[in-house]
């Protein structure tokens, strides 16, 4: 999920096809045709696969309620995007400030059995009763006799661009891969490492005194059984390497928005002083360009990713609070703000911090004297725009996690035309997907902030606990109705639309 991922264009157009395909497999995804059933036999654990914000937030609300949950993040840790953040929209709270107990709640949690570095080989079964086959990956490093200390990370040779820190930061081919990872134990990186790679090194080894490093270590698979299955595999940002006009990634002045968080992160590589890529100057003209590579449907992505007007605006105001005597300059398509606070905290940014906004699109960025070159238009005035810019910024669209295509393949649920996870119905079942035992939360459903990633989270998590509850036979009173009842009951409001909107 840290990754980049190059051919993301290729890998969407990929996903049209194949989750067409899926969707063909689970024909009629109407309102109706689900139904929950009341079954004691059905086992009472739940899959969480993805551990950012939304996965973390249902399974502790599942765990919390006394089920048990399996937490499978493919990366070192869990924590997702979220804790990559430097402040948070609209009330500018320090993101990793309001993450990290949750995660170590996660990572502590009796009920909560977590699976980082792995993932999901296969599923089969059905609601109640799906048996999971997850690979978790050698990490080369037996965690249960490390202890954390991360001597060894600080004495490996080896330096290469860090995900975590968007590439604008270094880690070490033995790492965790930020200070306040859940769990807190190294993986090794097999492609940098240089014993792997050369055949010696092992100085880390040399100065672990727990006897932790464990060459010989593979990947190993593990069979667990599920009822149900929370699918919060988030998101990635559409690569640069789209943007031909923008410098397709080329230019190193030319940053993505996770970048520029990093660079505003009081634990990011710069320590929250802002500096650019190239030189290490701290730059004075900043140019934000929001919808890169959204809402273009002749070239790039044809939807809004709905964050980056708010992103964007918390980057130009933040960037003002670091650099007083800089400027930020927004390009935009429209500014939307629609959330509690959101439309103040813009009117905040154009009112008392002096950012300059132009309606308009960019036509090109291009280097020219240690300077990006912005050339745009403000369409408000009708005039040209040239900037001379230190460093630009790119609000770059949301678009489905690396590998969400082969994950809808293995769930055998559908996705939607652009590659996000269909819920079963947009107003009426929007935590579900259409094949009953699947529930859906954050942004791999969709594009969307971190409250509605929460509420839709907790919204999933308490489908997964009705269907635990009833299968338990919970005492029901004559006035309570079926959950099968219920749901053909919310048919008649309105089942008319099959939500697989490609
Ligand atoms: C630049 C930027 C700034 C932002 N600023 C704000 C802000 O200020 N306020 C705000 O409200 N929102 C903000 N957001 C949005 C916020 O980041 C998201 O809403 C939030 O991270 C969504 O959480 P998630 O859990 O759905 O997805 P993610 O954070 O993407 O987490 C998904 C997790 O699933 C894992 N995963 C993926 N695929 C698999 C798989 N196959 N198997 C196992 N694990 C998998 C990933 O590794 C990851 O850990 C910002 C976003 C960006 C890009
Ligand atoms: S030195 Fe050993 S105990 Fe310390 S973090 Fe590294 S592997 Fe773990
Ligand atoms: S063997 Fe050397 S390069 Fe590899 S992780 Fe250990 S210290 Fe780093």
């Keep these: 999920m ?16 194949i989750s067409m395909s899926t969707r063909e497999k689970n024909k009629g995804p109407t309102v109706k045709d689900i139904e929950t059933p009341v079954d004691p036999t059905v086992v009472t654990r739940a899959l969480v696969i993805g551990g950012g914000i939304a996965g973390i937030q249902a399974a502790l609300d599942i765990a919390n309620s006394g ?18 953040l430097s402040e948070t929209f609209p009330t500018l709270d320090c993101s990793q400030c309001i993450l990290t107990p949750k995660m170590v709640e996660t990572g502590q949690h009796s009920n909560i059995h977590l699976m980082t570095y792995s993932e999901i080989e296969e599923v089969h079964g059905e609601v109640g009763h799906f048996k999971v086959k997850i690979r ?66 092992k100085t880390c080894e040399k100065f672990c005194d727990a006897g932790a490093l464990c060459w010989e270590q593979e990947d190993t698979i593990i069979e667990e059984e599920v009822g149900a299955i929370v699918v919060a595999t988030g998101f990635d940002l559409y690569p640069m390497v789209n943007l031909g006009e923008y410098g397709g990634g080329q230019i190193k002045d030319v940053i993505d928005g996770l970048a520029f968080e990093r660079l505003l992160s009081a634990s990011g590589p710069t320590s929250g002083v802002v500096k650019r890529p190239s030189d290490g100057m701290e730059p004075k003209e900043v140019v934000f360009i929001q919808c890169s590579g959204s809402r273009d449907p002749e070239k790039n992505l044809p939807y809004c990713s709905k964050i980056c007007c708010m992103y964007t605006t918390k980057h130009a105001m933040l960037y003002k609070h670091r650099v007083h005597d800089g400027q930020p300059y927004v390009f935009y398509i429209d500014v939307r703000t629609a959330g509690k606070g959101y439309e103040e905290f813009y009117q905040r940014a154009v009112d008392e911090e002096d950012v300059i906004f132009f309606r308009g699109k960019v036509s090109r960025l291009f280097e020219e004297d240690g300077k990006v070159m912005v050339w745009g238009a403000d369409t408000l005035t009708g005039k040209k725009i040239e900037i001379a810019a230190d460093l630009v910024v790119l609000a770059m669209a949301m678009v489905p996690s690396e590998g969400t295509v082969e994950l809808f393949e293995k769930l055998n649920i559908p996705g939607d035309a652009e590659g996000f996870f269909s819920e079963a119905h947009t107003k009426m079942r929007p935590f579900e997907s259409s094949v009953p035992g699947y529930f859906l939360a954050g942004c791999g459903q969709g594009p969307k902030d971190i409250p509605e990633a929460v509420a839709q989270a907790s919204g999933a998590a308490s489908k997964v606990i009705i269907l635990f509850a009833r299968a338990q036979g919970n005492p029901k009173s004559k006035t309570q109705k079926s959950e099968a009842e219920i749901q053909n009951r919310d048919s008649d409001v309105d089942d008319s639309r099959d939500n697989s909107l490609g």
Excluded at 4 to 12: H, L, P, V
Excluded at 176 to 195: E, G, L, M, R, S
């Design 136 to 201: 978790r990956k050698a990490a080369y490093i037996d965690w249960d006799k490390c202890t954390g200390c991360g001597v060894c990370s600080e004495k490996c040779p080896k330096k290469v661009p860090a995900e975590f820190e968007r590439f604008v930061g270094v880690r070490k081919a033995i790492y965790t891969p930020f200070p306040q990872a859940v769990p807190n134990k190294p993986v090794i990186d097999h492609a940098n490492c240089i014993f792997f790679q050369k055949g010696k090194c």
């Design 2 to 17: 840290y990754l980049s991922g190059g051919g993301a264009r290729s890998e969407i157009v990929k996903n049209k096809a």
């Design 67 to 84: 089920y048990e949950v399996i937490l499978v993040e493919r990366e070192p840790s869990i924590g997702g995007h979220m804790i990559q």
